[in-house]
């Protein structure tokens, strides 16, 4: 059965621009298309900056960087190489790595160095953007109104102010890159320019996995608004080919694809990160099919955006799941009926495809969705929802005022909601306080927000949280580990194991339980029984041998034990781990019961940078400076 052919050319032929000047600064399009440049620069940096005031928080950015001891030697060629092979937080991406080293070799840790490399990142590709856009359609204005929108939108603070999603912005920048280059192969092939597009894929690949969908979008690309596919579009000056051959053309990169797919599978399964919530598929089916809806509502109505929305699970109506295919069903339909509007067609798909490795049909954590998930896939809305807006106003013959006056109210009312929500990325505690304000039955919402009141000593205030986190998910290991924190914390050892335990089985995420063996270890040392804290302490350093933490807790069970050069040989080597003022405190107090006190006082000094209030670490340097005083005047 032949193909009609669809002719795209005739309703993308150029139209009446909403300003073209004809003489002065702005005839000249390199000239405007710079100055927007910049203007759109301008704009997400206005919006963006004051997230260089914010702090790091408790929510992965240990895990990425303040925690990290990888980082501590900058971009080196030892870091270079763990990055290349680490699939750690279950996922191989070594220039996200590389980027936190560097960032790590110029801010240590100061955070505004490292939220204002990512607004970068955000910048350049909101830039990248337009000019992708003007270059293929040569629709100046619409190009530049989408890509204000991708600057702006609410749904993308989350990828540019939390530290830990370098990644996204990081791979984005690159995946934005390679369709730049493909573009620039599409009008000559050759094997340079081909190269060109390979390597920047990998880029991509080597930042965030969720990019595996490239090809594909390429494909929509070669559809519109390349206009590649012989016999179905008309020449637009790219070169064009046969279906099959433009297929063809994408194998290696399907094949980069495939490989990133299987390793990120392995790093995920290795991590205890699949199946975290193991849901069968027709939840998991139901719940992808109602956030697809979520997410095209979320585009035009960016309203109650949280870090984290909890997956409903078995609670999640079939009706709803029901109606939900109806709408998507019914918009492809629409889109396949006025598939002559290109924009429509390959808009719709890049979203529904893009979407397709994070939708939630193989279960990566324990989330419905994520607004860091829309970077990418909502770019195709928004060319798809401008460019239909466009035609429709073209069409009532709006005047150019109205519609300048309309984009930019909507540009700045996009801007003025992602300033609001980007300021509750400020700290830990305001971000967690408004997700549970957004959010129903949240309990990551209620286990990180105590966890913000007990890095600010708030321990009593923490408690309930961890509790009600353990009520609304029996299943969370988070919650029982919490608790027996604090069970721990406040003198009660002995009721703290129960609940470690507990978190020690429900979780297979190593870090996890690395952490909870470590406070395992601890509490059975506090009850007396070295035996199983031996072994506490042996299985979290077999699942992370570079948590500084459980090193400390080895080193008080070493001196428990009588054993004081073995401890001092535990609390040295959580102080290389990651320097710490209790490792070093540690440090101090076991060299000075061994005699050594020029080292005692060296380690308590070192406490003392980081902590400079540690009153402790004070008075056992005055006490050791005093002790040959004391001697001599005997």
Request: net charge positive.
């Given at each position: 059965?032949?193909?009609?052919?669809?002719?795209?050319?005739?309703?993308?032929?150029?139209?009446?621009?909403?300003?073209?000047?004809?003489d002065?600064?702005?005839?000249?399009?390199?000239?405007?298309?710079?100055?927007?440049?910049?203007?759109?620069?301008?704009?997400?940096?206005?919006?963006?900056?004051?997230?260089?005031?914010?702090?790091?928080?408790?929510?992965?950015?240990?895990?990425?960087?303040?925690e990290?001891p990888?980082?501590?030697?900058?971009?080196?060629?030892?870091?270079?190489?763990?990055?290349?092979?680490?699939?750690?937080?279950?996922?191989?991406?070594?220039?996200?790595?590389m980027?936190?080293?560097?960032?790590?070799?110029?801010?240590?840790?100061n955070?505004?160095?490292?939220h204002?490399?990512?607004i970068?990142f955000?910048?350049l590709?909101?830039?990248?953007?337009?000019?992708?856009?003007?270059?293929?359609?040569?629709?100046?204005?619409?190009?530049?109104?989408?890509?204000?929108?991708?600057?702006?939108?609410?749904?993308?603070?989350?990828?540019?102010?939390?530290?830990?999603?370098?990644?996204?912005?990081l791979?984005?920048f690159?995946?934005?890159?390679?369709?730049g280059?493909?573009?620039?192969?599409?009008?000559?092939?050759?094997?340079?320019?081909?190269?060109?597009?390979?390597?920047?894929?990998?880029?991509?690949?080597?930042?965030?996995?969720?990019?595996?969908?490239?090809?594909?979008?390429l494909?929509?690309?070669?559809?519109?608004?390349?206009?590649?596919?012989?016999?179905?579009?008309?020449?637009?000056?790219?070169?064009?080919?046969?279906?099959?051959k433009?297929?063809?053309?994408?194998?290696?990169l399907f094949?980069?694809?495939a490989?990133?797919?299987?390793?990120?599978?392995?790093?995920?399964?290795?991590a205890?990160?699949?199946?975290?919530?193991?849901?069968?598929?027709?939840?998991?089916?139901?719940?992808?099919?109602?956030?697809y809806?979520?997410?095209?509502?979320?585009?035009?109505?960016?309203?109650?955006?949280?870090?984290?929305?909890?997956?409903?699970?078995?609670?999640?109506?079939?009706?709803?799941?029901?109606?939900?295919?109806l709408?998507?069903?019914?918009?492809?339909?629409?889109v396949?009926?006025?598939?002559?509007?290109?924009?429509?067609?390959?808009?719709?798909?890049?979203?529904?495809?893009?979407?397709?490795?994070?939708?939630?049909?193989?279960?990566?954590?324990?989330?419905?969705?994520?607004?860091?998930?829309?970077?990418?896939?909502?770019?195709g809305?928004?060319?798809?929802?401008?460019?239909?807006v466009?035609?429709?106003?073209?069409?009532?013959?709006l005047?150019?005022?109205?519609?300048?006056?309309s984009?930019?109210?909507v540009?700045?009312?996009?801007?003025?909601v992602?300033?609001?929500?980007?300021?509750?990325?400020?700290?830990?505690?305001?971000?967690w306080?408004?997700?549970?304000?957004v959010t129903?039955?949240?309990?990551v919402?209620e286990?990180?927000f105590?966890?913000?009141?007990?890095?600010?000593?708030?321990?009593?205030?923490?408690y309930?949280?961890?509790?009600?986190?353990?009520?609304?998910?029996?299943?969370d290991?988070?919650?029982?580990?919490?608790?027996?924190?604090?069970?721990?914390?406040?003198?009660?050892?002995?009721?703290?194991?129960?609940?470690?335990?507990?978190?020690?089985r429900?979780?297979?995420d190593?870090?996890?339980?690395a952490t909870?063996?470590?406070?395992?270890?601890?509490?059975?040392?506090?009850?007396?029984?070295?035996?199983?804290?031996h072994?506490?302490?042996?299985?979290?350093?077999?699942?992370?041998?570079?948590?500084?933490?459980?090193?400390?807790?080895m080193?008080?069970?070493?001196?428990r034990?009588?054993?004081?050069?073995e401890?001092?040989?535990?609390?040295?080597?959580?102080?290389?781990?990651?320097?710490?003022?209790?490792?070093?405190?540690?440090?101090g107090?076991?060299?000075?019961?061994?005699g050594?006190?020029?080292?005692a006082?060296?380690?308590?000094q070192?406490?003392?940078?980081?902590?400079?209030?540690?009153?402790?670490?004070?008075q056992?340097?005055?006490?050791?400076?005093?002790q040959p005083?004391?001697?001599?005047?005997?």
């Amino acid at each position: 059965m032949s193909t009609a052919p669809v002719q795209v050319q005739e309703t993308e032929a150029p139209k009446k621009e909403w300003s073209k000047p004809t003489d002065g600064f702005f005839a000249a399009p390199e000239k405007r298309t710079l100055v927007l440049s910049l203007l759109l620069v301008v704009f997400t940096l206005a919006v963006y900056n004051q997230a260089t005031h914010f702090q790091f928080v408790n929510f992965d950015d240990d895990r990425y960087v303040t925690e990290n001891p990888h980082l501590k030697a900058g971009l080196s060629w030892g870091t270079i190489k763990w990055a290349i092979f680490s699939t750690d937080e279950a996922n191989w991406h070594p220039l996200t790595w590389m980027s936190h080293a560097l960032d790590y070799q110029w801010f240590h840790l100061n955070p505004a160095g490292h939220h204002f490399t990512s607004i970068i990142f955000h910048a350049l590709s909101g830039c990248i953007l337009f000019l992708l856009l003007f270059r293929s359609t040569r629709r100046l204005g619409l190009s530049f109104f989408v890509a204000a929108v991708f600057a702006l939108h609410p749904s993308n603070v989350e990828s540019v102010v939390w530290v830990s999603e370098r990644k996204n912005v990081l791979s984005t920048f690159f995946f934005l890159l390679t369709l730049g280059a493909y573009g620039w192969c599409a009008v000559k092939a050759d094997w340079k320019r081909y190269l060109a597009v390979a390597g920047l894929f990998i880029c991509a690949l080597a930042s965030k996995p969720m990019v595996v969908t490239l090809p594909f979008v390429l494909l929509l690309l070669d559809y519109w608004p390349l206009q590649r596919f012989r016999g179905w579009t008309e020449p637009c000056g790219h070169s064009q080919a046969s279906p099959t051959k433009l297929i063809v053309e994408k194998i290696p990169l399907f094949a980069l694809s495939a490989a990133s797919c299987l390793i990120t599978m392995r790093a995920q399964r290795a991590a205890g990160a699949v199946g975290a919530l193991p849901f069968p598929l027709g939840v998991r089916l139901k719940n992808a099919l109602y956030a697809y809806v979520l997410y095209m509502k979320e585009t035009v109505w960016p309203a109650k955006l949280a870090p984290l929305y909890p997956h409903p699970g078995n609670s999640l109506a079939l009706w709803k799941a029901v109606v939900a295919a109806l709408v998507l069903l019914v918009v492809s339909v629409l889109v396949v009926r006025f598939r002559a509007r290109g924009y429509l067609m390959v808009g719709w798909l890049w979203f529904l495809g893009t979407l397709v490795p994070v939708i939630g049909l193989v279960q990566v954590g324990n989330q419905a969705m994520a607004d860091r998930y829309t970077y990418i896939p909502f770019i195709g809305l928004f060319v798809a929802i401008a460019w239909g807006v466009a035609e429709l106003a073209e069409t009532a013959k709006l005047s150019t005022m109205i519609k300048v006056a309309s984009c930019a109210c909507v540009v700045l009312t996009l801007a003025s909601v992602t300033y609001r929500q980007a300021g509750y990325w400020r700290d830990s505690l305001r971000l967690w306080k408004h997700a549970l304000e957004v959010t129903n039955n949240n309990f990551v919402a209620e286990d990180e927000f105590g966890g913000a009141l007990t890095q600010l000593g708030r321990f009593d205030e923490a408690y309930p949280h961890f509790v009600r986190a353990a009520q609304l998910q029996p299943a969370d290991p988070v919650s029982h580990s919490n608790m027996g924190a604090y069970l721990h914390q406040h003198g009660h050892a002995a009721e703290a194991i129960p609940q470690y335990e507990i978190a020690a089985r429900l979780t297979t995420d190593t870090r996890v339980l690395a952490t909870t063996y470590a406070n395992l270890g601890s509490a059975f040392a506090d009850v007396g029984d070295y035996a199983k804290a031996h072994a506490a302490f042996d299985q979290s350093i077999r699942l992370n041998p570079i948590r500084f933490n459980t090193w400390v807790g080895m080193g008080l069970l070493a001196e428990r034990e009588g054993k004081v050069e073995e401890a001092i040989r535990h609390f040295v080597r959580s102080v290389q781990l990651q320097p710490s003022d209790q490792g070093y405190f540690e440090l101090g107090r076991t060299l000075a019961q061994s005699g050594r006190n020029q080292e005692a006082i060296a380690a308590y000094q070192l406490a003392l940078q980081i902590s400079p209030n540690l009153i402790e670490a004070q008075q056992a340097i005055e006490s050791l400076r005093q002790q040959p005083t004391a001697l001599n005047s005997r």
